[in-house]
Protein backbone atom coordinates (compact mmCIF):
# COMPACT_ATOMS: atom_id res chain seq x y z
CA UNK A 1 0.00 0.00 0.00
CA UNK A 2 1.37 3.69 -1.18
CA UNK A 3 1.01 5.82 2.20
CA UNK A 4 0.18 9.26 2.07
CA UNK A 5 2.62 11.44 2.42
CA UNK A 6 2.97 13.80 5.40
CA UNK A 7 2.71 17.06 5.02
CA UNK A 8 3.87 19.03 8.98
CA UNK A 9 0.57 21.37 10.36
CA UNK A 10 1.74 25.20 8.78
CA UNK A 11 1.05 26.64 11.84
CA UNK A 12 3.36 23.95 14.01
CA UNK A 13 5.02 26.73 15.51
CA UNK A 14 2.24 28.84 16.96
CA UNK A 15 0.97 26.48 19.18
CA UNK A 16 4.28 25.36 21.70
CA UNK A 17 6.34 27.71 23.77
CA UNK A 18 10.34 27.91 23.22
CA UNK A 19 12.70 28.35 26.33
CA UNK A 20 16.20 29.29 25.72
CA UNK A 21 19.14 26.94 27.29
CA UNK A 22 20.75 29.22 29.67
CA UNK A 23 22.68 31.78 27.23
CA UNK A 24 23.00 29.27 24.66
CA UNK A 25 21.17 29.90 21.13
CA UNK A 26 19.03 26.71 22.02
CA UNK A 27 15.46 27.07 22.11
CA UNK A 28 13.73 23.98 23.35
CA UNK A 29 10.20 23.46 23.20
CA UNK A 30 8.49 23.19 26.36
CA UNK A 31 7.04 19.75 26.12
CA UNK A 32 9.28 17.26 24.02
CA UNK A 33 9.06 13.72 23.34
CA UNK A 34 11.25 11.04 24.69
CA UNK A 35 11.69 7.44 22.85
CA UNK A 36 12.40 5.30 26.28
CA UNK A 37 9.38 3.37 26.28
CA UNK A 38 6.49 2.37 23.34
CA UNK A 39 8.61 3.09 20.40
CA UNK A 40 10.72 0.43 19.87
CA UNK A 41 9.80 -3.04 18.37
CA UNK A 42 7.52 -3.96 20.36
CA UNK A 43 5.20 -1.71 19.54
CA UNK A 44 3.52 -1.35 16.97
CA UNK A 45 5.21 1.01 14.29
CA UNK A 46 2.13 2.68 12.85
CA UNK A 47 1.11 3.99 16.08
CA UNK A 48 4.32 5.40 16.98
CA UNK A 49 4.62 7.30 13.70
CA UNK A 50 1.64 8.57 14.22
CA UNK A 51 2.59 9.72 18.00
CA UNK A 52 5.84 11.12 16.12
CA UNK A 53 3.81 13.22 13.84
CA UNK A 54 1.37 14.40 15.77
CA UNK A 55 3.65 15.76 18.32
CA UNK A 56 6.03 17.64 15.52
CA UNK A 57 2.69 19.00 13.93
CA UNK A 58 2.45 20.84 17.68
CA UNK A 59 5.41 22.47 17.41
CA UNK A 60 7.55 19.39 19.78
CA UNK A 61 10.80 19.67 17.42
CA UNK A 62 12.63 17.81 20.04
CA UNK A 63 13.06 13.89 20.17
CA UNK A 64 14.96 12.63 22.97
CA UNK A 65 16.44 9.30 22.48
CA UNK A 66 19.33 6.60 23.60
CA UNK A 67 21.04 4.25 22.32
CA UNK A 68 19.37 1.36 24.49
CA UNK A 69 15.46 2.81 24.22
CA UNK A 70 12.96 0.30 23.01
CA UNK A 71 12.56 -2.74 23.95
CA UNK A 72 14.71 -4.40 22.27
CA UNK A 73 17.67 -1.82 22.72
CA UNK A 74 18.26 0.19 19.39
CA UNK A 75 15.08 0.00 18.39
CA UNK A 76 13.45 3.35 19.36
CA UNK A 77 15.81 5.02 17.51
CA UNK A 78 15.42 2.27 14.15
CA UNK A 79 11.49 3.75 14.56
CA UNK A 80 13.03 7.33 14.35
CA UNK A 81 15.38 6.48 11.59
CA UNK A 82 12.44 4.99 9.76
CA UNK A 83 10.16 8.34 10.38
CA UNK A 84 12.88 10.81 9.34
CA UNK A 85 13.51 8.61 6.24
CA UNK A 86 10.00 8.81 5.32
CA UNK A 87 8.41 12.06 7.01
CA UNK A 88 10.93 14.28 8.59
CA UNK A 89 13.69 14.36 6.42
CA UNK A 90 12.64 17.79 4.52
CA UNK A 91 12.32 19.16 8.31
CA UNK A 92 15.85 18.04 9.52
CA UNK A 93 16.78 21.98 10.34
CA UNK A 94 13.95 21.98 12.58
CA UNK A 95 14.58 19.55 14.86
CA UNK A 96 16.79 19.27 17.60
CA UNK A 97 17.35 15.39 18.36
CA UNK A 98 19.31 14.13 21.01
CA UNK A 99 21.21 10.62 21.93
CA UNK A 100 22.93 9.25 24.31
CA UNK A 101 25.29 6.08 25.70
CA UNK A 102 26.27 5.14 29.03
CA UNK A 103 23.74 1.94 29.58
CA UNK A 104 24.79 -1.49 29.02
CA UNK A 105 24.62 -1.90 24.96
CA UNK A 106 26.78 -4.65 23.92
CA UNK A 107 28.48 -7.27 25.68
CA UNK A 108 32.43 -6.88 26.89
CA UNK A 109 34.00 -3.96 28.44
CA UNK A 110 33.44 -1.40 25.90
CA UNK A 111 29.93 -1.47 25.48
CA UNK A 112 29.09 0.48 28.69
CA UNK A 113 30.01 3.02 30.72
CA UNK A 114 31.84 6.06 29.55
CA UNK A 115 34.83 5.32 27.63
CA UNK A 116 35.88 6.86 24.70
CA UNK A 117 35.80 3.95 22.99
CA UNK A 118 32.06 3.69 24.05
CA UNK A 119 31.13 6.37 23.50
CA UNK A 120 32.10 7.36 20.15
CA UNK A 121 31.35 3.75 18.60
CA UNK A 122 27.82 4.20 20.15
CA UNK A 123 27.56 7.47 18.33
CA UNK A 124 28.38 5.91 15.28
CA UNK A 125 26.14 3.00 15.72
CA UNK A 126 22.91 5.30 16.34
CA UNK A 127 23.73 7.74 13.92
CA UNK A 128 23.27 4.68 11.38
CA UNK A 129 19.95 3.45 12.90
CA UNK A 130 18.48 6.92 12.90
CA UNK A 131 19.68 7.69 9.12
CA UNK A 132 21.20 10.85 10.38
CA UNK A 133 24.39 12.32 9.54
CA UNK A 134 24.53 14.20 13.01
CA UNK A 135 22.68 14.81 16.15
CA UNK A 136 21.73 17.77 17.55
CA UNK A 137 23.01 16.70 21.17
CA UNK A 138 24.96 14.08 22.12
CA UNK A 139 25.17 13.27 25.93
CA UNK A 140 27.07 10.54 28.47
CA UNK A 141 23.81 9.40 29.74
CA UNK A 142 25.25 8.72 33.18
CA UNK A 143 28.59 8.85 35.35
CA UNK A 144 31.03 6.73 35.32
CA UNK A 145 32.44 6.20 38.65
CA UNK A 146 35.58 4.65 37.50
CA UNK A 147 36.43 6.30 34.34
CA UNK A 148 38.04 9.78 34.64
CA UNK A 149 35.67 12.39 33.71
CA UNK A 150 38.60 14.17 31.27
CA UNK A 151 38.09 10.99 29.26
CA UNK A 152 34.73 11.18 28.86
CA UNK A 153 34.36 14.84 28.37
CA UNK A 154 37.00 14.35 25.77
CA UNK A 155 35.02 12.21 23.94
CA UNK A 156 32.65 14.57 23.91
CA UNK A 157 34.99 17.32 22.86
CA UNK A 158 36.25 15.17 19.80
CA UNK A 159 32.41 14.17 18.77
CA UNK A 160 31.17 18.01 18.60
CA UNK A 161 34.56 18.71 16.49
CA UNK A 162 33.96 15.89 14.22
CA UNK A 163 30.35 17.30 13.26
CA UNK A 164 28.92 14.33 14.30
CA UNK A 165 26.84 16.49 17.24
CA UNK A 166 26.42 20.33 17.35
CA UNK A 167 26.11 20.46 21.04
CA UNK A 168 27.35 18.54 24.14
CA UNK A 169 25.09 17.53 27.52
CA UNK A 170 25.13 15.00 30.45
CA UNK A 171 22.91 13.41 32.27
CA UNK A 172 22.25 12.23 35.68
CA UNK A 173 25.99 13.61 37.07
CA UNK A 174 25.94 14.30 40.57
CA UNK A 175 26.97 18.12 41.62
CA UNK A 176 30.14 17.48 41.67
CA UNK A 177 30.94 15.17 39.17
CA UNK A 178 28.93 17.67 37.09
CA UNK A 179 31.17 20.97 38.03
CA UNK A 180 34.31 19.47 36.44
CA UNK A 181 32.59 17.74 33.43
CA UNK A 182 31.00 21.39 32.47
CA UNK A 183 34.60 22.88 33.52
CA UNK A 184 36.49 20.41 31.49
CA UNK A 185 33.76 21.45 28.43
CA UNK A 186 33.96 24.49 28.81
CA UNK A 187 37.91 24.76 28.97
CA UNK A 188 37.61 22.89 25.74
CA UNK A 189 35.50 25.28 23.72
CA UNK A 190 32.39 22.76 24.07
CA UNK A 191 30.25 23.90 26.88
CA UNK A 192 27.64 21.72 28.26
CA UNK A 193 24.60 23.22 27.54
CA UNK A 194 22.12 20.89 28.74
CA UNK A 195 21.79 18.86 31.58
CA UNK A 196 19.45 16.19 31.91
CA UNK A 197 18.26 14.32 35.32
CA UNK A 198 14.46 12.76 36.73
CA UNK A 199 12.10 15.50 38.27
CA UNK A 200 8.45 15.83 38.88
CA UNK A 201 6.22 15.89 41.95
CA UNK A 202 7.28 12.63 43.63
CA UNK A 203 11.15 12.72 43.01
CA UNK A 204 12.87 16.64 44.20
CA UNK A 205 16.60 14.83 44.36
CA UNK A 206 17.91 17.30 41.89
CA UNK A 207 16.44 20.49 44.22
CA UNK A 208 17.98 19.02 47.12
CA UNK A 209 21.72 17.67 45.70
CA UNK A 210 21.87 21.72 44.54
CA UNK A 211 22.05 20.30 40.74
CA UNK A 212 19.30 22.52 39.67
CA UNK A 213 21.20 25.47 40.99
CA UNK A 214 24.02 23.85 39.11
CA UNK A 215 22.28 24.96 36.06
CA UNK A 216 21.59 28.14 36.87
CA UNK A 217 25.23 28.84 37.54
CA UNK A 218 26.85 27.26 34.44
CA UNK A 219 24.35 28.90 32.71
CA UNK A 220 22.79 25.74 31.16
CA UNK A 221 19.21 24.35 30.51
CA UNK A 222 17.67 21.44 32.38
CA UNK A 223 15.94 19.35 30.60
CA UNK A 224 13.57 17.23 33.04
CA UNK A 225 12.56 13.47 32.36
CA UNK A 226 10.00 11.14 33.55
CA UNK A 227 7.84 14.28 34.83
CA UNK A 228 5.22 11.99 35.55
CA UNK A 229 7.20 9.48 37.36
CA UNK A 230 7.14 7.27 34.65
CA UNK A 231 2.89 7.17 34.57
CA UNK A 232 2.19 7.47 38.30
CA UNK A 233 1.67 11.07 38.10
CA UNK A 234 -1.78 10.85 36.28
CA UNK A 235 -5.10 9.05 36.13
CA UNK A 236 -3.39 5.81 35.05
CA UNK A 237 -2.99 3.82 38.93
CA UNK A 238 -5.94 5.56 40.38
CA UNK A 239 -8.50 2.37 40.63
CA UNK A 240 -5.21 -0.34 40.73
CA UNK A 241 -3.24 -1.48 37.56
CA UNK A 242 -3.92 -1.75 33.65
CA UNK A 243 -3.61 -4.55 31.69
CA UNK A 244 -1.85 -2.45 29.07
CA UNK A 245 0.60 0.18 31.13
CA UNK A 246 3.61 0.33 32.06
CA UNK A 247 2.92 -1.00 35.85
CA UNK A 248 1.71 -3.57 34.37
CA UNK A 249 5.05 -4.81 32.83
CA UNK A 250 6.55 -4.76 36.09
CA UNK A 251 10.05 -3.63 34.88
CA UNK A 252 11.42 0.00 35.24
CA UNK A 253 8.00 1.17 36.63
CA UNK A 254 7.43 -2.11 39.69
CA UNK A 255 4.28 -2.84 41.02
CA UNK A 256 5.44 -2.76 44.39
CA UNK A 257 5.77 1.07 44.76
CA UNK A 258 1.71 1.21 44.12
CA UNK A 259 1.12 0.77 48.03
CA UNK A 260 -2.62 2.08 49.63
CA UNK A 261 -1.02 5.01 51.21
CA UNK A 262 0.60 6.32 47.93
CA UNK A 263 -2.63 5.91 45.99
CA UNK A 264 -4.38 7.82 48.44
CA UNK A 265 -1.90 10.32 47.66
CA UNK A 266 -2.55 10.50 44.60
CA UNK A 267 -6.25 10.40 44.62
CA UNK A 268 -5.70 13.87 46.81
CA UNK A 269 -3.77 14.88 43.81
CA UNK A 270 -6.08 14.33 41.40
CA UNK A 271 -9.01 15.82 43.21
CA UNK A 272 -6.82 19.14 43.52
CA UNK A 273 -5.76 18.62 39.77
CA UNK A 274 -9.73 18.05 39.12
CA UNK A 275 -10.64 21.54 41.60
CA UNK A 276 -7.92 23.57 38.70
CA UNK A 277 -9.64 21.84 35.85
CA UNK A 278 -7.15 19.92 35.05
CA UNK A 279 -6.19 16.06 34.47
CA UNK A 280 -3.68 14.56 37.22
CA UNK A 281 -1.02 14.37 34.07
CA UNK A 282 -1.64 17.82 33.33
CA UNK A 283 -1.54 19.37 36.74
CA UNK A 284 2.10 17.61 37.20
CA UNK A 285 3.63 18.79 34.28
CA UNK A 286 1.88 22.14 34.78
CA UNK A 287 4.00 22.01 38.39
CA UNK A 288 7.54 21.93 36.57
CA UNK A 289 6.54 23.97 33.80
CA UNK A 290 5.80 26.82 36.80
CA UNK A 291 9.63 26.27 37.73
CA UNK A 292 11.45 29.07 34.65
CA UNK A 293 15.17 27.22 35.86
CA UNK A 294 13.17 24.13 33.82
CA UNK A 295 14.32 24.90 30.03
CA UNK A 296 11.81 21.51 28.82
CA UNK A 297 9.89 18.51 30.40
CA UNK A 298 10.94 15.38 28.60
CA UNK A 299 7.23 13.30 28.41
CA UNK A 300 6.69 10.01 27.43
CA UNK A 301 3.47 8.79 25.60
CA UNK A 302 1.90 5.66 24.74
CA UNK A 303 -0.88 7.19 22.34
CA UNK A 304 -2.04 10.13 20.83
CA UNK A 305 -4.36 10.69 23.39
CA UNK A 306 -2.07 10.86 26.13
CA UNK A 307 0.43 13.60 23.68
CA UNK A 308 -2.94 15.35 23.46
CA UNK A 309 -3.95 15.68 27.05
CA UNK A 310 -0.31 16.09 28.48
CA UNK A 311 0.71 19.50 25.47
CA UNK A 312 -3.11 21.10 27.57
CA UNK A 313 -0.50 21.35 30.78
CA UNK A 314 0.83 24.61 28.65
CA UNK A 315 -2.43 26.64 29.22
CA UNK A 316 -1.94 26.42 33.25
CA UNK A 317 1.07 27.03 34.43
CA UNK A 318 0.01 29.29 37.36
CA UNK A 319 0.07 27.62 40.76
CA UNK A 320 -1.67 29.55 43.94
CA UNK A 321 1.00 29.51 47.54
CA UNK A 322 -2.07 27.06 48.90
CA UNK A 323 -1.96 24.72 45.60
CA UNK A 324 1.85 24.41 45.91
CA UNK A 325 1.76 23.86 49.62
CA UNK A 326 -1.27 21.25 49.28
CA UNK A 327 0.54 19.78 46.31
CA UNK A 328 3.69 19.94 49.32
CA UNK A 329 1.73 18.35 51.63
CA UNK A 330 -0.18 15.38 50.22
CA UNK A 331 3.28 13.93 48.45
CA UNK A 332 5.84 14.87 50.92
CA UNK A 333 5.75 11.39 52.28
CA UNK A 334 6.18 9.61 49.19
CA UNK A 335 9.25 12.12 47.91
CA UNK A 336 11.68 9.23 46.74
CA UNK A 337 15.09 9.99 48.62
CA UNK A 338 17.52 8.46 46.86
CA UNK A 339 19.82 9.40 44.57
CA UNK A 340 20.29 8.88 41.90
P1 LIG B 1 6.82 9.96 31.99
O1 LIG B 1 7.03 10.17 33.44
O2 LIG B 1 6.22 11.05 31.17
O3 LIG B 1 5.98 8.61 31.81
C1 LIG B 1 5.44 8.28 30.57
C2 LIG B 1 4.31 7.27 30.77
O4 LIG B 1 3.26 7.87 31.51
C3 LIG B 1 3.69 6.86 29.44
O5 LIG B 1 4.39 5.80 28.84
C4 LIG B 1 2.29 6.48 29.87
O6 LIG B 1 2.31 5.21 30.48
C5 LIG B 1 2.01 7.48 30.98
N1 LIG B 1 1.33 8.69 30.49
C6 LIG B 1 1.86 9.73 29.80
N2 LIG B 1 0.94 10.68 29.61
C7 LIG B 1 -0.21 10.24 30.16
C8 LIG B 1 -1.49 10.78 30.29
N3 LIG B 1 -1.80 11.97 29.81
N4 LIG B 1 -2.45 10.05 30.94
C9 LIG B 1 -2.15 8.83 31.44
N5 LIG B 1 -0.93 8.27 31.36
C10 LIG B 1 0.03 8.96 30.73
O7 LIG B 1 8.17 9.75 31.27
P2 LIG B 1 9.19 8.54 30.95
O8 LIG B 1 9.55 7.83 32.18
O9 LIG B 1 8.65 7.78 29.80
O10 LIG B 1 10.41 9.41 30.47
C11 LIG B 1 10.27 10.36 29.44
C12 LIG B 1 11.51 10.44 28.63
O11 LIG B 1 12.59 10.93 29.43
C13 LIG B 1 12.03 9.12 28.09
O12 LIG B 1 11.33 8.69 26.95
C14 LIG B 1 13.45 9.49 27.80
O13 LIG B 1 13.52 10.20 26.58
C15 LIG B 1 13.81 10.40 28.96
N6 LIG B 1 14.49 9.67 30.03
C16 LIG B 1 15.82 9.91 30.24
C17 LIG B 1 16.52 9.21 31.20
C18 LIG B 1 17.96 9.48 31.41
O14 LIG B 1 18.62 8.71 32.10
N7 LIG B 1 18.52 10.55 30.87
C19 LIG B 1 15.87 8.18 32.02
C20 LIG B 1 14.45 8.04 31.78
C21 LIG B 1 13.80 8.77 30.82
P3 LIG B 1 1.75 3.89 29.76
O15 LIG B 1 2.88 3.48 28.87
O16 LIG B 1 1.51 2.96 30.90
O17 LIG B 1 0.51 4.26 29.02
Not at 333 to 338: A, C, E, K, S
Request: proline residues 5%; contains cysteine.
Amino acid sequence: MIEPVYLAAPDRYEKMEYRRAGKSGIRLPLLSLGLWQNFGSHSPFQESKKILHYAFDRGICHFDLANNYGPEYGTAEETFGRVMASSFRPHRDELFISTKAGYDMWPGPYGNWGSRKYLTASLDQSLKRMNLDYVDIFYTHRMDPETPVEETMQALVDIVRQGKALYAGISRYSRERGLEAARYLAEHDVPCLLFQDRYNILDRNIREKGIIDMTVEENAGLVVFSPLQQGLLTGRYLNGIPKDSRMARNQSLKQSVLTPELTAALQGLDTLAQKRGQTLAQMSLSWLMHDPRVTSVIVGASSVAQLQDNLQAMACQAFSQEELAEIDRLSALHWIRQYP
